[in-house]
């Protein structure tokens, strides 16, 4: 089972500030996805195969990464993207998930 | 527009039974895979396995086999999820969720509370 560690758990970030979410794989996956869930709602798919964004997803957003090492970034945080941002592998089953980074806005 | 909609928050006591529904519409059901994903209050998300949509053939993580039972309705476009022998670690919200390894649309969630 390919394990993912997101770093930080949880942060805060200024308005306009730019923010790094950071997930490492414990094998080698070919890309990454990552979700945001809001507290009490579903998550959705934020973005897809490493670096592509969801429909609806501003462009702030960006992914990147290869190998065991991949990461999301905001360009400059706003008050809506405060959430739980999750990554989760599809290289190989069992599909497993990032324990989380809970980001908040100061 | 793509939906999947759960059944109702579930209150049940342990060692009883409960069933999961998810109804699908907007797209072919067959189509695309289901899969079930786990979140206990407070906690991450944690995959359980998929059922192919076309087939009928489940897979279960490895932390889910026994107990848990995943099925279809195709001619409901519905996917289910049956929970045996409940345990109070069984508390939590249930996503059901389509894709195939990127999982790009969830159903609400189903709450269940195993308490005596």
């Known amino acids: 089972e390919i394990v993912l560690t997101q770093s930080p758990t949880t942060m805060a970030a200024s308005p306009g500030e730019k923010v790094t979410l950071t997930c490492r794989a414990s094998?080698?996956?070919?890309?990454m996805h990552w979700y945001q869930q809001r507290s009490g709602a579903s998550p959705k798919l934020w973005i897809y195969?490493?670096?592509k964004l969801a429909s609806g997803v501003p462009n702030r957003f960006s992914g990147s990464g290869s190998g065991t090492s991949y990461s999301l970034t905001i360009n400059s945080m706003e008050t809506e993207d405060a959430a739980t941002y999750y990554c989760?592998?599809?290289?190989?089953?069992?599909?497993?998930f990032g324990s989380g980074t809970k980001l908040e806005i100061k | 527009q793509i939906q999947l909609v759960q059944s109702g928050p579930e209150l049940k006591k342990p060692g009883e039974s409960v069933k999961i529904s998810c109804k699908a519409s907007?797209?072919?059901?067959?189509?695309?895979?289901m899969h079930w994903v786990k979140q206990a209050p407070g906690k991450g998300l944690k995959w359980m396995g998929w059922?192919?949509?076309?087939?009928?053939?489940?897979t279960d993580a490895d932390d889910f086999k026994g107990r848990f039972v995943f099925s279809l309705e195709a001619s409901a476009s519905s996917a289910n999820l049956q929970i045996s022998n409940l345990k109070n670690e069984d508390t939590a919200t249930y996503f059901c969720?389509?894709?195939?390894?990127?999982?790009?649309?969830w159903g609400q969630g189903t709450l269940v509370t195993v308490s005596s």
């Open positions: 969720a389509r894709g195939v390894v990127a999982l790009g649309y």
């Open positions: 907007g797209y072919t059901f067959t189509d695309y895979a």
């Open positions: 059922i192919n949509s076309y087939t009928g053939k489940p």
């Open positions: 094998s080698s996956v070919s890309y």
């Open positions: 195969g490493t670096s």
């Open positions: 989760q592998q599809g290289s190989s089953y069992p599909l497993t």
